[in-house]
């Protein structure tokens, strides 16, 4: 039998599926672009919003919003930093704001106030007792000042010492402070002189009455060294109705009658007149000062019964 000739078995062709078609490169760049300026201004609008201290804020862009998470972070972290800068410098400015007007007031009060008393100083007196002589108009009521000198304060000093003279003078302070009303000042003038403006007194009599009660308080006992004695002031009255005009005029009367007060042995107020108001009646002749101070007891018993 002749041989069959072979068939040809027939070869199946794959196909291979059609690629997708492709976009022209011009419109895959312009999609590329507009991407990535959607990408960019969501960017920009995360940094503007947290540059505008909303740290609180996380922005969370497209699939890559770890990213801006983690600017957002950094950029919290910096504002707290800032923030806590910010309050610890807030802080130190408030806390020295604070002592420099502590010092201020303290600067204040210093300039105006006896260091030693804590009363009113001279400067600070003038300023209130001027006031009051500009109310004059307004006011009828008057007003009286006081002229105070401690007698033999200079023997205090020479025997004793002068911290019990300086606490002598606390004391006189104290007590002086003790006996003022609302509108009243004392103020410590000179080494042992102090002077008190009573805001409001009934006549020039009732001046002198509340000068001989205030001359009585300080009569008391104090505390000298090893004892307790007796020391006695000179006090001098003037009140606003006897034609002093300025405050100068007022304390100079005041003055003169305090003097008046010592010429007549210390221990005693005098009222002003114009006849006392004489620069050769400022310092009596032979003012004392070597007088002794009056123990408490001798004291009781040389003064009169009443």
């Known amino acids: 039998m002749a041989p069959q000739p072979a068939t040809e078995t027939p070869v199946r062709v794959l196909e291979s599926p059609a690629p997708p078609?492709?976009?022209?490169?011009?419109?895959?760049?312009?999609?590329?672009?507009?991407?990535?300026?959607?990408?960019?201004?969501?960017?920009?609008?995360?940094?503007?919003e947290l540059a505008a201290l909303r740290f609180d804020a996380r922005a969370?862009?497209?699939?890559?919003?770890?990213?801006?998470?983690?600017?957002?972070?950094?950029?919290?972290?910096?504002?707290?930093?800032l923030e806590a800068s910010f309050n610890e410098i807030e802080r130190r400015v408030t806390d020295r704001t604070a002592e420099l007007s502590l010092?201020?007031?303290?600067?204040?009060?210093?300039a105006l106030h006896d260091e030693l008393t804590g009363l009113p100083n001279r400067a600070l007196f003038w300023e209130h007792l001027s006031h009051r002589l500009k109310m004059t108009e307004r006011r009828k009521a008057i007003f009286a000042v006081l002229f105070l000198d401690v007698d033999d304060f200079k023997l205090v000093n020479d025997t004793l010492g002068h911290a019990v003279g300086d606490q002598l003078l606390v004391d006189v302070a104290s007590r002086l402070s003790a006996v003022l009303r609302a509108g009243d000042t004392a103020a410590r003038v000179g080494g042992d002189?102090?002077?008190?403006?009573?805001?409001?007194?009934?006549?020039?009599?009732?001046?002198?009455?509340?000068?001989?009660?205030?001359?009585e308080a300080l009569r008391a006992p104090y505390d000298i060294g090893p004892d307790r004695r007796v020391v006695t002031a000179s006090i001098?009255?003037?009140?606003?109705?006897?034609?002093?005009?300025?405050?100068?005029?007022v304390v100079a009367a005041a003055d003169a009658a305090m003097y008046e007060a010592k010429r007549l042995g210390g221990g005693r107020c005098v009222a002003y007149s114009d006849d006392l108001h004489r620069p050769s009646d400022r310092r009596p002749p032979g003012d004392s000062l070597d007088r002794p101070i009056i123990p408490v007891e001798a004291d009781r018993r040389s003064r009169p019964r009443s």
């Open 21 to 48: 078609p492709q976009e022209p490169p011009p419109q895959r760049a312009e999609r590329s672009v507009q991407d990535f300026e959607r990408r960019l201004e969501d960017v920009v609008s995360a940094i503007q």
């Open 103 to 110: 010092a201020t007031r303290e600067l204040s009060r210093q």
């Open 60 to 81: 969370h862009v497209g699939p890559d919003g770890d990213i801006i998470d983690a600017v957002a972070a950094g950029v919290n972290f910096l504002g707290e930093e």
């Open 193 to 215: 002189e102090f002077v008190v403006l009573f805001d409001e007194v009934a006549s020039a009599k009732a001046a002198l009455g509340v000068a001989e009660r205030l001359n």
């Open 236 to 249: 001098g009255v003037a009140v606003s109705r006897d034609g002093l005009r300025t405050a100068d005029e």
